[in-house]
């Protein structure tokens, strides 16, 4: 049929054209990281002159040690508090407060970065000043990144436990398993992809953070977006070409890895079933 | 529970109960703590007075004296002050376009993956979620190399013509000169919230019953008919989701507008921004922030509420 | 209602235990004995209470009030984990993450025996339901009937005191159910545990069951043998409940020791029970299909004059053939339809009944049953 046809091609094309706009900034990044020119805009020659400009860069290379930091830390607060939020709205239907809990919950994912950065920030002030600490830093930059992973850490793992068959722990009861002992043996095998997705979505969000960032950091404490950032407000900026394609290069291969292991594993997976039921 | 009380019973209440409390209590305290307080001492500061580098408290005591001051100038200004006015609008006015945008581009884009061979969705996703997973912030900056003069999209843009378009319709103050306009600010926002689109329709299409379609057109309806009499309907709740995961956080952007927009694009989340970074004036930003809350409280309802039937259908 | 048993207190005894959602009564006031050994089914539609039972008697829910003592013991308060039952799943909730001989090994693991004994009983188990040589597998690895043995020898490892089924045999397609229903009777009772199933199809209670309990709303409607059951209801719904069963209403002319007479609609019937009744009560007659025959010369009594009780005339509307049985739909003068159930003794028969046939349709004084309720 024509009109079926022309839906496909009409869609590949859609679909191609999208793609493209998609990642047209990130190849054009990564192609002018190479580029002999103070403007990473027109392309003059080949070099490798600011990748080596980037070992060497002391600013540059300490906002990126303290985002790792603060990304692992995030990743990790994130995944533990919001597995404990999706299973209080996933397990428990009904408690005091459960409709500001849940909007608490799903709030950060969409409140502007600056209300969310500014209230946090003149609370710790406020704190400050009555008890002493905590001093603006890795700590405070910290919490903000909380706030924001919680969300996303929540829909993750919430979207997976409520997929989950109820009757295996209460199976699991019935054979004798106390509650803990259901969650451990039971539950967290069966979400534990899930908690990975997390870790990996709250790390990544930590990394990139800006807004949150600049409200809650302290002197001394430049996170690495924040560095970049103010590099980029003055203009074009090759050493920020090299880190970007640096960033880029590191992620993708950690996608396509994680992408190509676990769809190996399903294939495994296949192939036993398939054998299995032979014989 | 039962009436009798018994060792058994005791003994379960207890191991539920505790558990139970825990699990919810602990997230529940954090984000009480750090997420809601929060906005009660913003509206608090909103009304103190600024004093050298920080504010001033609401209640004094001197001499014997207890003194409650409320200054409420930063709500009037805000109030009166046509700049505040027309950055407000601004802001919901370019959110709203970012929106549309995401809406027209992302919905053929999530519906024509959904309807891909299934062995390809996985692939599609993961090409989908690959910018997003790389760094926001360097996106946004490579389209500044992008639209500059001499970059590959000016070029293309100004080549073909386009850009006389673009300044005929005001998006662009000068021909040639796309940096710092409206539109590479709807541009780069509308780029960097693709995905947030994207997302929820395919999930929500992707889910959709393909045997719906097959009934309307057994019935006598056209493909066309279909896709707006079934398709969209039953997709409302994603492009709900989408629209709302765009225009809300749209309207407080600051590093987009910063980046590549320009002195007539001036959006909201760039002016609590300088007041409190560049005039250090803790009241002003508060008041701009309370502005913006009450601005997206009916946004952020509708949102909420889809959060909640999409996992109380589950 | 209660099911009087011998002088030493009952095995597993439900005591007038209430379950209250919100004001509404899932269940409703139900006391049970249930003595050592026996399979017993809680049979009803969806809705009726059973399932929540069963759930009170696992302790994944807690009766709001009433009892429940095993063996002299109160188990009213104790949560699942410390319950000497175990419980099969209608979906098997067989752990996907562990394999076979894992997922068998669970309970006893959680018991802290040691090493050696779980092994030896789960090499039993496996060995009962045959699936020695799936040990290794996963569940996704198994078919649907493996994967319900998996879950059987589960609930059976820790040597359960009572055995919860629910709904067993539902997952599965009808011939393959019809072995397993066999498979399972013959596992449960050689290990000789007492069990209490819960289903909404009869046949399964019927086949499988040494008693059984009917519950409709929250309420037992008749406990008993399924043979009592079937040929003995109590009530008009039980009656209809159970098989096919013909309903015909009319008022009681005699009633005496031995027998009664009713007279209804279409003919008057005589049968072979009396009941306490009074004089012109309205009752009605149970009859079941299979219990009727059908010919074409008006049937004669002892004395061999046409038989005033018991038989109908009317004319054949509809007819379904089932391979080994037809049911026939015969529309009698009142128009009501009688439904009548012939077994196809012979391959063909010459006078072979067709559409629009006049019938006479006939049955004995024990054939039928008067209900009140």
Known sequence: MKAASFNRWFGRGWLAAGFVFLYL??????????????????????????????????????????????????????????????????????????????????????????????????????VQRALGFPERGLF???????????????????????????????????????????????????????????????????????????????????????????????????????????????????????????????????????????? | MSNAPMTGLHRLVVDAFSGRVLVIAAPFLFLLVFFLGPFFIVGKISVSEMEAVTFKDLVTWSEGVLTLSLKFGTYQFIAQDPLYWQTYVNSVKYAGATTLLCLFIGY????????????????????????????????????????????????????????????????????????????????????????FMILPLYSNLAKMDLRLLEAAADLGATPWTAFWKITVPLSKAGIIAGSMLVFIPCIGEFVIPELLGGPETLMIGRVLWDEFFSNNDWPMASSVAVVMILLIIVPLAIFNKYQAEASDKR | MNVVSTEKPAFLQIQDVVKDFDGFKAVNHVSLDIAK?????????????????????????????GRIVLEGEDLSGLPPYRRPMNMMFQSYALFPHLTVWENIAFGLKREGLPAAQVSERVESML?????????????????????QRVALARSLAKQ?????????????????????????????????????????????????????????????????????????????????????????????????????????????????????????????VALRPEKIHLSRNRPLGHDGQPDPYNTAQGTIKEMSYFGSYTVFHVQLGSGAMLKVSMTNTQRHRDDEFTWGDTVWAHWSRSAHVVLTQ
């Open chain 2, 108 to 195: 053929p884009f999530a519906y024509f993956m959904a309807r891909a061979k299934s062995s390809v969705q996985p692939a599609l996703l993961m090409l989908v979620m690959l910018p997003f997973w790389t760094s926001f912030l360097l996106r946004v900056y490579s389209w500044r190399g992008l639209l500059t003069e001499g970059g590959w999209v000016a070029e293309v843009i100004v080549g073909l013509g386009l850009d006389q378009l673009l300044y005929s319709l005001g998006l662009i103050t000068a021909p040639g000169k796309l940096m710092h306009t409206p539109f590479s600010l709807v541009l780069g926002m509308t780029y960097t919230y693709l995905p």
């Open chain 3, 127 to 147: 060995k009962l339901v045959q699936l020695s040589q799936f040990a290794k597998r996963k569940p996704h690895q198994l078919s649907g009937g493996q994967q």
């Open chain 3, 160 to 284: 359960p005191r009572l055995l919860l089924l629910d709904e067993p045999l539902g997952a599965l397609d009808k011939k393959l159910r019809e072995q397993t229903q066999i498979e399972l009777v013959n596992i449960i009772e050689s290990v000789g545990v007492t069990c209490v199933m819960v289903t909404h199809d009869q046949e399964e209670a019927m086949t499988m069951a040494s008693r059984i309990a009917i519950m409709s709303e929250g309420r037992f409607l008749q406990v008993g043998a399924p043979g009592d059951l079937y040929e003995t209801p109590a009530t008009r719904f039980v009656a209809d409940f159970i098989g096919n069963v013909n309903l015909m209403d009319g008022t009681l002319d005699e009633d005496e020791a031995d027998h009664c007479v009713v007279g209804s609609a279409d003919c008057r019937h005589y049968v072979g029970h009396g009941i306490t009744g009074t004089q012109n009560m309205a009752v009605t």
């Open chain 1, 140 to 279: 405070t930059i910290w919490l903000g990144h909380l706030l924001l992973g919680m969300a996303y850490a929540t829909v993750v793992v919430q979207a997976r436990l409520q997929d989950l068959n109820p009757q295996l722990e209460e199976a699991a009861m019935d054979l004798g398993a106390k509650p803990h002992q259901v969650f451990w043996l039971v539950t967290l095998p069966m979400i534990g992809q899930s908690l990975i997705s997390a870790w990996l979505l709250t790390f990544t969000l930590s990394l990139d953070d800006v807004v949150l960032s600049a409200f809650l950091s302290g002197p001394g404490s430049t996170t690495m977006p924040l560095v970049i950032f103010s590099r980029a407000r003055l203009g074009l900026n090759p050493s920020v070409n090299a880190i970007a394609t640096v960033i880029v290069i590191v992620v993708a291969v950690g996608v396509v890895l994680a992408s190509y292991l676990i769809a190996r594993a399903e294939r495994r997976r296949q192939q036993e079933m398939a054998s299995a039921t032979r014989a």
């Open chain 3, 37 to 65: 050994g026996e399979i017993f089914a809680l049979l009803g539609s969806s809705g009726c209470g059973k399932s929540t039972l069963l759930r009170m008697l696992a302790g994944f829910e807690l009766p709001t009030s």
């Open chain 1, 25 to 126: 900034p990130i190849v054009a990044l990564i192609i002018f990281s190479f580029n002999d020119s103070p403007i990473p805009n027109v392309w003059r020659g080949f070099t490798l002159k600011w990748y080596e400009a980037l070992i060497r860069d002391q600013e540059m290379l300490s906002g990126l040690w303290l985002s790792l930091q603060i990304a692992l830390l995030t990743a990790c607060g994130s995944v533990v508090l919001g597995t404990l939020a999706a299973f209080a709205l996933v397990k428990y239907k009904r408690f005091k407060g459960r409709t500001l809990f849940s909007g608490m919950v799903s709030a950060p994912l969409v409140m502007p970065e600056v209300v969310v950065g500014l209230s946090l920030l003149l609370m710790l002030v406020s």
